[in-house]
């Protein structure tokens, strides 16, 4: 079992930059695929990034590849989003997520636990 709480999200102005954070308790972010997903309003879940637990894969949605990086802090027990030349249409609830499948995986189902997310809103 393990509890994410994600922070870092707020108001924004469209080109610049924002980190958000996944502070995972109960068990270490090392022993979980970790990935983050968005939501934007009247939309589904859309994968942003994801990170294996023990192949240190990595994946980026091709969309956000350029802008977004993920990142792990095993020590920290913290999962990071690094978010850059932000726009408009990257507004949406950010999730973290926890996954006990050994490669990362790009859809919502394949992940386990989720924490509450947290709100990023970039102003054009």
């Known amino acids: 079992q393990v509890q994410l709480v994600e922070s870092g999200g707020g108001l924004v102005q469209a080109g610049r930059s924002l980190r958000l954070s996944c502070a995972a308790s109960?068990?270490?972010?090392?022993?979980?695929?970790m990935g983050w997903f968005r939501q934007a309003p009247g939309k589904g879940r859309e994968f942003v990034a994801a990170?294996?637990?023990?192949?240190?894969?990595?994946l980026h949605a091709d969309s956000m590849k350029d802008r977004f990086a993920i990142s792990r802090d095993n020590g920290a027990n913290t999962v990071y989003l690094q978010m850059n030349s932000l726009k408009a249409e990257d507004t949406a609830v950010y999730y973290c997520?926890?996954?006990?499948?050994?490669?990362?995986?790009?859809?919502?189902?394949?992940?386990?636990?989720w924490g509450q997310g947290t709100q990023v809103t970039v102003s054009s």
């Open positions: 997520a926890a996954g006990k499948r050994e490669r990362p995986g790009v859809t919502w189902d394949e992940y386990d636990y």
């Open positions: 109960g068990r270490t972010v090392g022993r979980y695929t």
């Open positions: 990170f294996s637990y023990n192949t240190f894969t990595k």
